[in-house]
């Protein structure tokens, strides 16, 4: 054989190996084995947010020893911006940090929110991409104001918090919108946090409110450790995110749902899965996980203790008969008074551990892409 034709064929052999080796790496993860138990669930969170979080300790470490801004940004090899009502650091408001970054920035920025509370109104521009904001704690930094969508327009610009740029993530701080409940009229919607950027993730944060408290509104998320607090559709939109170890916290009202998520066809590509969280309140039984405002509307409980304040059919179809046939409104493994479902709506379903699984792994909100971004 000539030596361009073994030449030839030794690079057909390892096109050959490098494909097997993909299609057995594939076959791997189709075989991986699910979690079934509140335990395992918790440990294959655990290994995707692994980097992520080794992240954060290189931070908390070197904010101990750095005496500056530009130290801890050296040990941490990116810029840090801190933020400061006292005037001891860069600024006194996160504007005015965000002012000092290139609007079309691409490498990672950390903004230091020193404890206080931030009167404020905040929008990641789409453009501003990689930045992490982190608090001094969810209790002691804040972010708030007083918005309602009669005021601003539309319920989208009655965020405190806005995020419109990819690979955006916050650690240990609330957001609030100051409003007061719902007094009955139109446009009384206000909004904590705006989340519309893909890759956002929030780890330990608040979220304060009444009416959408929380507009998860496109993107993939993933918010760990964290409160939403609200009363009427709190958690809404057309976002695609896991929620991990959340408490939703039903604030007292006449009524009121957990989410009304916003998935517009069979083939969008959304919804909701909350995996191991709490849900919690008193009064009596009147609130509903969730409304279709979509009429393809999905929204999975998995592994999630409800408190006794569930209405017992547990899901609205907006006034949509037609809705019952399209939306995917599904338990798992849930428990806790209000979890029963003896009286839920006949269109609900618990699910098998087949059917579970596609919203316990971290391939939901495509875990392994954010991984190698944050590596």
Not at 202 to 208: L, P, Q
């Amino acid at each position: 054989m000539s030596l361009p034709a073994m030449a030839g064929l030794q690079t057909n052999v390892w096109l050959l190996v490098i494909f097997s080796f993909l299609c057995l790496t594939q076959a791997a993860q189709v075989v991986k084995k699910l979690p079934e138990t509140r335990e395992e669930v918790v440990a294959d969170f655990e290994n995707w947010v692994k980097r992520v979080g080794e992240k954060h300790a290189a931070f908390q470490s070197a904010a101990k020893t750095a005496g500056s801004a530009e130290e801890l940004g050296n040990k941490l090899g990116e810029r840090v911006i801190v933020v400061d009502q006292s005037g001891a650091g860069n600024f006194k408001t996160i504007n005015d940090a965000l002012k000092s970054i290139d609007v079309h920035n691409k490498s990672p920025i950390t903004i230091k929110v020193n404890a206080g509370t931030y009167v404020e109104r905040v929008v990641i521009p789409k453009s501003m991409q990689h930045i992490t904001l982190q608090g001094a704690g969810r209790d002691i930094t804040k972010i708030t104001e007083k918005n309602v969508a009669g005021d601003t327009g539309t319920t989208y610009t009655s965020s405190t918090f806005g995020v419109s740029a990819p690979y955006f993530s916050a650690y240990d701080i609330s957001f609030e919108n100051s409003s007061p409940p719902p007094n009955g009229g139109v446009q009384q919607q206000a909004v904590a946090l705006r989340t519309t950027g893909d890759f956002n993730a929030f780890y330990r944060c608040a979220f304060y409110g009444h009416q959408d408290t929380l507009y998860d509104h496109r993107g993939r998320h993933f918010f760990k450790d964290s409160l939403i607090v609200g009363t009427e559709d709190f958690i809404f939109g057309g976002g695609k995110s896991l929620y991990k170890n959340c408490e939703l916290r039903v604030l007292p009202s006449v009524g009121g749902s957990l989410t009304a998520q916003k998935r517009l066809s069979g083939s969008d590509d959304n919804g909701y899965s909350f995996v191991n969280c709490k849900v919690t309140g008193s009064g009596p039984p009147t609130v509903y996980l969730g409304r279709a405002w979509g009429p393809y509307s999905r929204v999975v409980f998995a592994f999630t203790e409800f408190a006794n304040i569930i209405k017992p059919e547990g899901w609205y179809n907006w006034g949509d008969p037609a809705r019952e046939k399209t939306v995917y409104y599904a338990q798992y493994k849930c428990f806790g008074p209000g979890a029963n479902q003896a009286g839920r709506a006949s269109y609900a379903r618990e699910l098998t551990d087949a059917e579970a699984a596609p919203f316990l792994n971290i391939n939901y909100v495509d875990g392994g892409l954010w991984g190698v971004l944050d590596g």
